[in-house]
């Protein structure tokens, strides 16, 4: 089996898990990345308010999104990028429950990923005195980046797979997951829980 995966970042414009704003999708064929893509989502009704902290974070404001596709026009083209991947992310409790959150404030039925967590293969894969998102992807040989950049987020969380799968003699996220004595999860249930961007 082949390291093949897709890398996923949300980032949020309030407290609200259903607040997604933005979106980083990269995809790993192979142990190498092929394709990738992000774009501005307008969060769905009464999830929309943009607060001040979550700005802060990532420099995303209200108007910036106000032409953006809602989450029901963008769920699809998400979809679609991902096809049937694991989908990996740094911290993946907080991204998976942002896809969640989103579906159920819109009325749909989230799709149903299984999901891996850089933070976590980081934690097991490096010796590190922080295992935040820019320290984690310098070591896996991802350089400088703009960090809470959806895009950017998800390129270096992707290089974390890539180099703690060599690392393990791992060939695909399955196997990584094994040799760290990690779960992938599978699709949980909607659970409240605070964004933090």
Not at 77 to 84: D, H, S
Not at 117 to 131: F, G, I, N, P, Q
Request: aromatic share 6%; net charge neutral.
């Amino acid at each position: 089996m082949p390291l093949d995966f897709t890398a996923i970042d949300f980032e949020t414009a309030n407290s609200s898990p259903a607040s997604a704003c933005s979106v980083g999708l990269v995809r790993v064929r192979d142990g190498r990345v092929i394709a990738q893509t992000g774009w501005l989502i307008r969060p769905p009704a009464g999830h929309d308010d943009f607060n001040e902290w979550n700005t802060k974070i990532h420099g995303l404001r209200a108007q910036d999104v106000a032409d953006a596709d809602s989450w029901t026009q963008q769920i699809g083209r998400l979809c679609a990028f991902a096809g049937k991947d694991v989908l990996v992310a740094h911290n993946a409790g907080f991204d998976m429950n942002v896809l969640r959150r989103a579906c159920e404030a819109t009325g749909l039925d989230a799709p149903p990923y299984r999901s891996l967590c850089s933070l976590a293969v980081a934690r097991k894969t490096y010796d590190l005195d922080s295992y935040k998102l820019p320290r984690a992807a310098e070591v896996a040989g991802f350089g400088a980046f703009p960090h809470h950049d959806a895009l950017a987020d998800a390129r270096a969380c992707a290089q974390i797979i890539i180099d703690a799968a060599r690392r393990a003699g791992a060939s695909d996220v399955d196997a990584l997951g094994s040799a760290l004595g990690i779960r992938l999860t599978g699709p949980q249930a909607s659970r409240p829980a605070r964004a933090v961007a």
